[in-house]
């Protein structure tokens, strides 16, 4: 705890383990005891049956039942030299005054022991202070338990900390599903890979939002931290983000099975575009407000969703009406049309050439 103190991100510490409980610790002299002929049981059963007590039997009367415990009254057990009145027989019958043979010292002991997962664990607790991230104060236990405590000595944790640790490579595989599964089914309905990969471009640009509202948050709000609640609000802002590339890029394919070329047909989309874009982002980083702003209890949880939703939108698609049509022109070259699209094209083709077609004729 001491080292702890030294650092600025923790605050509050205190520990569930107080020393501050008198104790009066017995010790043997057993060459003695050995000498008059009197075992360590003897010494350790008189101590325990008249300090402590023992229930030697019970008996009835008058249809009660009462048990009968043999142990030295209250005033004859309460000072150390109480230890003088009490006497052990040895193995010849001789009784040896018990203060002959012990020594008593003043100790202290915890005033209650405390189980963690079924271990005696010694409780830790403490609060993130200035600007350091829960990771990061996790990080500096870890390095301090590995310089102070020796190998034999487990730790865990628990609470926040526990929760962050567990739901840190979770949440992590969770967000590349995520990404892998809408990469999927915009593939199916695009049939392509281009055109998915594009839209999904969106995704790292609102997460540049977020995190960068998070930073804004940290350094002149309540303070923001990549925890499990902001990683709720990433997965969410996945799905949110990309609906801004889908809507450049789907449009941009229509202009171009019409016959636009592919940098028309994008600056086009992106025109046309723009007005249900801004409207949808608008309402998205204006229902996310009252998150981010919220106060009172269960605040810290809802603000987290909050900022990275109002980051992430608004910022990513700042971006997005900039990045996504130019990554559209770069990459995506041929559009993949349906049968029922491409014979439409050649039909009005051939119309507009005047001449008239038949299936055997496309076939040739």
Request: aromatic share 6%; net charge neutral.
């Amino acid at each position: 705890m001491a080292r702890l103190r030294e650092y600025p991100g923790i605050t509050g510490l205190d520990t569930d383990l107080k020393l501050n409980k008198p104790q009066l610790r017995v010790e043997i002299d057993r060459d003695k005891a050995s000498t008059l002929g009197i075992s360590m049981a003897a010494i350790g059963g008189t101590l325990e049956t008249l300090l402590g007590g023992r229930d030697v039997t019970r008996y009835k009367r008058e249809g009660k039942q009462y048990d009968v415990v043999l142990q030295m009254e209250d005033d004859k057990r309460r000072q150390p030299t109480d230890l003088t009145s009490i006497y052990v027989r040895s193995r010849s019958g001789q009784l040896v005054q018990l203060s002959n043979l012990v020594k008593l010292k003043e100790t202290v002991a915890p005033k209650e022991l405390n189980h963690f997962n079924k271990f005696r664990a010694a409780i830790i607790k403490g609060n993130r202070g200035g600007d350091a991230s829960l990771g990061e104060v996790l990080d500096y236990i870890d390095n301090i338990v590995a310089e102070e405590l020796p190998e034999s000595v487990r730790t865990d944790l628990d609470g926040a900390s526990r929760e962050l640790r567990e739901t840190g490579e979770e949440m992590l595989i969770t967000l590349v599903l995520a990404l892998i599964f809408i990469y999927l089914v915009l593939s199916a309905q695009f049939e392509s890979f281009v055109g998915p990969f594009v839209i999904m471009l969106t995704v790292p640009l609102g997460f540049a939002g977020a995190v960068f509202a998070m930073w804004l948050n940290a350094k002149f709000g309540t303070g923001g931290t990549l925890n499990i609640y902001s990683r709720i609000g990433l997965v969410m802002l996945v799905g949110l983000i990309t609906k801004n590339g889908i809507l450049i890029v789907e449009f941009a394919n229509q202009l171009r099975r019409k016959g636009m070329e592919r940098i028309e047909a994008i600056i086009e989309a992106s025109s046309l575009r723009l007005r249900p874009i801004l409207m949808t982002a608008f309402a998205t980083v204006l229902g996310a407000l009252p998150l981010a702003l919220s106060s009172g209890a269960g605040a810290e949880a809802r603000a987290a969703i909050g900022w990275v939703i109002v980051g992430g939108m608004s910022i990513g698609t700042l971006l997005t009406l900039f990045i996504i049509p130019v990554a559209y022109s770069l990459i995506v070259h041929k559009i993949h049309m349906i049968p029922e699209e491409r014979e439409a094209l050649e039909i009005e083709a051939a119309a507009g050439a005047g001449v008239m077609t038949s299936p055997q004729n496309r076939e040739r």
